[in-house]
């Protein structure tokens, strides 16, 4: 059959590898490059600045070892290799006051005094998050339908850094996290614990793009402009800005869910309910050289997953030391992170990368038909992909992947 593939990230490329061998697969991605937000500077964003034996990551980065199981077996049949990272994290306040994760207090404490002083500042926040984790435990997920994460989580310090984290996961402000969808969040929480481990993939993130790229025999439309996509019985026509029609069998949708509507010329009254509450959240992440970030708070050692308060009204932001998460050789004198939000602490002359994210904003009433969009599947010629019809994350664009291929007879992993 000839498929179409609307998206060219994680999910529309797994989803190109998975039918490949089977049908005539065609990508059509509007950006200039693949990836969607899988960004590897000397990879596939090109950037003049930075040395080209270092390969940076401005979007996706680091990927749970237990939690996302298909990324792992997709992993393992492209060959790509893994690396375990170190996930500490620091979380800073606007009247000054800082926190280290009990991995930060390891390995960023200079003496054992160090160590029992931060130890003592962290207990009572490590005792508020084993409250939580015990009432997830106690808690029936089912329950979490419906509502947001702020229903289950206060305002206590630990509840704030679990928003962080989800504003850290999800790129998304940290003024929409009160509404996110706790049916997402909370699980999320919940295995993202001190004892779980991450992954970074040697070499970027957009090196395993290049292996199902090495191995692709279908067709890739990067810069493509769709006008509209319709569908009859014989199949689905595309129309392109330059007034080409393609003509398929099938299309997949492996764009952010915001982007479907627009695209379909003759959307049914079912997928305006299932589709229309979809807005993009769009923002920008740069990669900066600037350690004086955290002159101001004493703090000479920068963890993975850095949060910031930075005022009561609760703007916020991160940043991600780089070094160890990408693997930067240690005789490279630079050190690098990745930042959100944080353009107030950053000097613009030690950034050397910028940007644009768009990733769905999760909230409660966007989510609502994700089940009847994986139960009709299929349904008009029309299937969906997408990390938002799971959790959001790597594991649910693979996933995702998965289902697609499963009902057109592709493979799996
Ligand atoms: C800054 C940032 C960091 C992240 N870090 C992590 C991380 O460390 N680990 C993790 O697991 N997840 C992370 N995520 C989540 C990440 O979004 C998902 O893991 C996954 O990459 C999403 O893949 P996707 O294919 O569903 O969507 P996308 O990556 O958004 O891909 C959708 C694609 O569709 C294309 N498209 C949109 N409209 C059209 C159109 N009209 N025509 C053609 N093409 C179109 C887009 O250009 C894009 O390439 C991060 C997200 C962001 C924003």
Known sequence: ???????????????????????????????AILGGNIRTLNKNVTCDALDSRITLDNGVIEFERDYFPNFHKLMYQLDVQLEEVPLTSEIFLPDGHHYKSAGAIIYGCKNMWQQIIESLKLTPIVFSYLCFLLRMAFTNPHSFRGHPVSYFLGNSISARWLKMLLMYAYSMPYKMIDNFPAEIGLPLLNHSGMLTKWDRIVG????????????????????????????????????????????FDKVIFATTPDQILPLL???????IRRFKAWEASIIET???????????????????????????????????????????????????????????YIAPEKIIDVQKHSTPNYNVEAIRYRQEV????????????GAYLFEGLHEGAITSGLEVSKLLGGLQL
């Open 1 to 31: 059959m000839k498929i179409a593939i609307i998206g060219g990230g994680a999910s529309g490329m797994t989803t190109a590898h998975l039918l490949d061998k089977t049908h005539d697969v065609c990508v059509f991605e509007k950006q």
């Open 204 to 247: 970027g993130v957009y090196s395993y793009i290049e292996k199902i790229l090495a191995q692709f025999s279908g067709t890739i439309c990067c810069d493509a402009n769709i006008m509209g996509i319709s569908r009859n019985s014989t199949g689905v026509n595309i129309n392109l800005a330059n007034s080409d029609k393609c003509h």
């Open 265 to 271: 010329q003759d959307a049914s009254e079912a997928e």
């Open 286 to 344: 740069v990669i900066h050289t600037d350690i004086s970030v955290y002159k101001h708070f004493g703090v000479s050692y920068f963890s993975e997953f850095d949060v910031f308060q930075n005022n009561d009204e609760g703007d916020c932001g991160y940043n991600a030391y780089l070094d160890r998460l990408c693997g930067v050789s240690p005789t490279i004198d630079t050190h690098f992170s990745l930042a959100y939000n944080l353009n107030q």
């Open 374 to 385: 994986l139960d009709t599947n299929g349904e008009n010629n029309t299937y969906h992909a």
